[in-house]
């Protein structure tokens, strides 16, 4: 893998595209002081997913959009793109098949960010993969700024041991075991999570069958207390049946009582008016 070419447009003192070719052999970017070799350094980092504002010897991350001159209005987009090509080995993945690929970076002011590979949109994880094992990212050796010669020198067995590991490309598998490592904790962590979900469950099935079963008691005994009020409703029924059988056989009786023949009482006679007599 080799990079081709860089592209900026309004990163830093780059307000309009600028585009750098890389010719095989040995590259370098001259010129005096201010003239902007270090903003070349620090858009190739930041295309390749540098996240650290102070890294890019800013403040923010929105100081790598030019901010305009006294003759020139601030940019409302920084735009870095990195063109690479395959060289003796294919790059990794699937893009194995590409001779050459291009990695975009993009911020806006009002702070969205997209990452491209071949213009089609990625994660930052994606592009992050892109370069490992390939000595291309911006914690590597790739990148040896002035007086961190004396911290490689100086660092620890640890530290150093990331760069001899990074040349000897097995940082992919590191990482990829690293992240095995998380996903297993994080596994761990729902199985944890799980048996104590389990138990609170079991816990409550265990009241919701009591429950249950005063349920099923209730309308069981409810069932027989309304078997009951059917039976004495039925008796009560049969007995005001039998009660009204009675009395209506009374009153036939008492009418039949009523209309037999008895002594006949003879008929009175009234006497007529007196007359009076005359003289």
């Known amino acids: 893998m080799r990079i081709r070419k860089l592209e900026l447009q309004g990163f830093k003192s780059f307000p ?26 620090d858009a190739v980092k930041w295309c ?38 395959a060289g003796d080995e294919p790059f990794p993945g699937e893009y194995a098949r590409f001779p050459e690929i291009q990695v975009t970076r993009r911020l806006f002011r ?22 490992l094992d390939s000595g291309a990212g911006n914690r590597l050796y790739s990148f040896i700024e002035q007086g961190r010669i004396g911290e490689i020198v100086r660092a620890r067995p640890e530290e150093r041991r990331t760069l001899v590991e990074e040349a ?12 095995a490592e998380r996903k297993l904790a994080s596994t ?29 008691r209730h309308k069981l005994l409810k069932a027989r207390l309304r078997q009951a009020e059917v039976f004495v409703g039925m008796a009560s029924y049969a007995a005001l049946v039998a009660d009204r059988r009675a009395l209506a056989e009374r009153l036939r009786e008492a009418e039949r009582a009523g ?18 007599a005359g003289p």
Request: glycine residues 14%.
């Open 16 to 41: 309009d595209r600028t585009v750098f070719h890389f010719a095989r052999g040995i590259s370098v970017v001259v010129g005096p002081n201010g003239c902007g070799k270090s903003n070349v350094v």
């Open 48 to 85: 390749l997913g540098e996240q650290s504002a102070r890294s890019l010897r800013g403040k923010a991350m929105e100081d790598v959009i030019f901010a305009g001159s006294e003759g020139r209005g601030p940019s409302g987009l920084a735009e870095v793109t990195l063109g690479f090509e």
């Open 259 to 276: 209309r037999r023949p008895g002594r006949r009482r003879r008929p009175c006679r009234r006497r007529p008016p007196p007359v009076a």
């Open 110 to 131: 009002g702070g969205r960010a997209e990452y491209l590979i071949n213009q089609q949109r990625v994660r930052l994880r994606d592009v992050q993969d892109l370069f």
């Open 168 to 179: 000897a490309g097995i940082g992919r598998y590191k990482a990829r075991r690293a992240e």
């Open 188 to 216: 761990l962590d729902n199985l944890g999570r799980l048996e104590d979900v389990a138990e609170e469950m079991a816990r409550r099935l265990k009241e919701l069958g009591r429950q249950v079963g005063r349920a099923v």
